[in-house]
């Protein structure tokens, strides 16, 4: 394993670049490629990069970046791209289609906010915005979450069982342009661990068929279901994935969630993305002081793991969900999943707080101020929004 100092970005590039090389000996790999801020130096390095058998195309926007993706996957290739903020809006037709026709495209997601007015820093809103999008979702704390998740990525999405796009997140700039050490995964490695990608329904000249025609309506109901039972099937297939990972790579990633410090906790707070590792060290700091705290890292959010956010919560008495994204009218969105996987725990508080947004600092000291207000409630409110404007 070579262990390097590497931003986000670029470890991103590399778990791609030699993610479509194990494809080689097989119909290899093809990136559609639209450069986007902060996401661009992940198409410079794979738009650099040497591939056996493997085109990058670049395009004239990010629904046609998604287009190469998906005549390539329907050609059989292992399929990547990356986009952020109003690419993935401008992509989103593609988006749908992709998981409709049940290719396993692997894409990253580099978090940033929604414009107008612009703003390039950090929000999840742009990747929430797809939630609704037949595609595996993952989120991502740090750059080696980041390298071992993409890898996870491509096993799940590409597994028969399953056969749908997978979307992994991390922070614009937070994670994208900084730099950590990294393990970086060899080609042989990779090899080992990545099958051949294999795409039944691909096109074949030996026998045409037609994509993506008219159906009727029972039809279009026996396909939803069939993607909801695929997306059913992911955390057994995923746990297979993580269990092999470990053999190979001698490290083992989380899986659907984590749960820290949970079993005895009076209080427990939800955090993803980049915000977990912050609080993990506040929770650390609190439980050094007596406090029973705990945490929990979400990181798969779709198919969203209800039954292991209930068992993580168990009878805890106050859960407060901390959201960097926003669904106007409502409020948070992982507050919105999570309330509907504790509806058998009514004596459960769950509140949310927005936190932030926009890409304004998530400190220490706003998440100690979180843990103290949420202990001092005995029942929840709205969302409650922490404004670093007023700081």
Request: aromatic residues 6%; hydrophobic residues 40%.
């Amino acid at each position: 394993m070579a262990r390097k100092l590497v931003s986000g970005n670029q470890a991103a590039g590399h778990t791609l670049a030699v993610a479509g090389e194990a494809n080689r000996e097989a119909r290899g790999c093809i990136c559609g490629a639209y450069p986007i801020t902060p996401q661009t130096e992940i198409i410079e390095f794979l738009r650099a990069y040497e591939f056996t058998k493997g085109r990058v195309v670049p395009v004239e926007s990010e629904h046609s970046a998604m287009a190469v993706c998906m005549g390539g996957s329907l050609a059989g290739a292992r399929s990547v791209t990356a986009s952020s903020s109003n690419g993935l809006a401008y992509m989103t037709e593609n988006v749908f289609a992709a998981g409709y026709y049940r290719l396993p495209i692997v894409m990253i997601a580099v978090n940033r906010t929604l414009g107008p007015p612009w703003n390039i820093w950090v929000d999840q809103g742009d990747s929430l915005m797809l939630r609704d999008a037949p595609w595996l979702q993952f989120y991502t704390e740090s750059h080696q979450d980041l390298v071992d998740t993409i890898l996870l990525a491509f096993r799940v999405a590409e597994d028969p069982r399953i056969l749908l796009p997978a979307m992994v997140a991390m922070d614009g700039f937070v994670t994208s342009h900084t730099q950590m050490g990294v393990d970086l995964p060899e080609q042989e490695l990779v090899d080992r661990f990545l099958p051949h990608c294999i795409v039944p329904h691909r096109l074949r000249s030996d026998h045409p068929t037609t994509i993506g025609g008219l159906t009727w309506p029972k039809e279009t109901e026996h396909h939803r279901i069939e993607i909801q039972r695929a997306m059913e099937r992911v955390p057994e297939v995923l746990a297979e994935a993580i269990s092999e990972f470990e053999e190979i790579f001698g490290r083992r990633p989380h899986g659907l969630l984590s749960a820290e410090h949970t079993e005895d906790a009076d209080v427990i707070l939800v955090a993803s993305n980049s915000m977990a590792r912050t609080l993990r060290g506040v929770v650390e700091s609190r439980r050094e002081a007596g406090e029973k705290i705990g945490m929990i890292k979400a990181k798969t959010f779709r198919p969203f793991p209800r039954e292991a956010f209930e068992s993580a919560v168990g009878k805890t008495a106050k859960v407060g969900v901390l959201d960097r994204n926003h669904s106007p009218g409502s409020g948070g969105i992982f507050w919105q999943e999570i309330v509907t996987s504790l509806r058998n725990q009514p004596d459960t508080m769950v509140q949310d707080y927005l936190v932030g947004l926009g890409g304004g600092d998530v400190t220490p000291e706003i998440l100690h101020e979180i843990v103290d207000d949420l202990i001092s409630r005995s029942k929840s409110v709205e969302p409650v929004w922490k404004e670093v404007a007023s700081r």
